[in-house]
């Protein structure tokens, strides 16, 4: 059984709970379970009623568009340190209009969305921080939604490693969490595609493929590649 962390004694609060009083952490405390997911495993469905906002305490999730297409659409990878859900806030039919599933095992704190509200309507600076969050979010679906419309294959396998290099894994070299399928849904490509996309960086020096792990050896020319679409 794992450990229930409140959150007054938590030592891996988001960057917008540290922001909060003692007696508000309580109150999220008290309004908050604490669940373990398994990888694979779907944390959240697109479609449900959204009564709880997300805080990701450990692992990696994906944010994915369900579709009538044979594939789903990833919108994003979430790093631990998360809050997830924040676009369901104050939103009154209360829908979600997205799925999360743990990309592996993985450790989530539901906590009421009402609450959430709450703090933000008492503490300015929590409320400061909740918008900036919400503001990173938009400008990563606009550039997402760029690189889909108007990039070509090797442009948008390069915009994807991009941001798995330096916005969630801050690192050159990285796990590969998500299978070649995750990242064609990643980057709206076939996996066939993806496939011989990366064969081709790797066979041009850009990039090294060890199994479930990938270096990024030439950044300077996967930007270029990225840039030119």
């Known amino acids: 059984m794992f450990q229930q962390v409140k959150c ?8 917008c709970f540290s922001t ?3 007696s508000e952490l309580v109150l999220a405390n008290d309004n908050k379970v604490q669940i373990h997911f398994k990888k694979g495993e779907v944390i959240s469905k697109q479609g449900s009623f959204v009564t709880h906002i997300m805080y990701l305490r450990n692992g990696y999730a994906k944010i994915y568009k369900e579709t009538s297409l044979e594939h789903n659409l990833i919108l994003d990878i979430i790093p631990a340190g998360k809050l997830i859900g924040l676009t369901s806030l104050f939103n009154q039919d209360n829908i979600a209009r997205f799925s999360v599933a743990a990309l592996e095992n993985a450790t989530v704190c539901s906590i009421d969305r009402k609450t959430i509200e709450k703090l933000i309507h008492q503490n300015n600076q929590f409320a400061q921080c909740i918008i900036q969050s919400m503001n990173k979010e938009s400008i990563h679906f ?3 939604m760029a ?3 108007q990039k070509q294959m090797n442009g948008r396998v390069a915009d994807a490693l991009i941001y798995l290099s330096e916005n969630i894994f801050k690192s050159k070299k ?5 299978s070649r399928k995750d990242l064609a849904e990643f980057t709206g490509m076939s996996m066939m595609s993806v496939v011989r996309t990366l064969k081709n960086m790797k066979t041009e020096g850009i990039i090294q493929d060890n199994k479930s792990d990938i270096v990024i050896k030439d950044l300077n020319n996967l930007k270029r590649i ?3 679409g």
Not at 10 to 15: R, V
Not at 174 to 178: A, T
């Open 8 to 15: 007054q004694a938590c030592k891996s609060k988001s960057a």
């Open 20 to 22: 909060l009083h003692d």
């Open 142 to 144: 606009y550039d997402k």
């Open 147 to 149: 690189s889909l419309t």
């Open 174 to 178: 990285f796990r590969m969490i998500l």
């Open 226 to 228: 990225s840039l030119k």
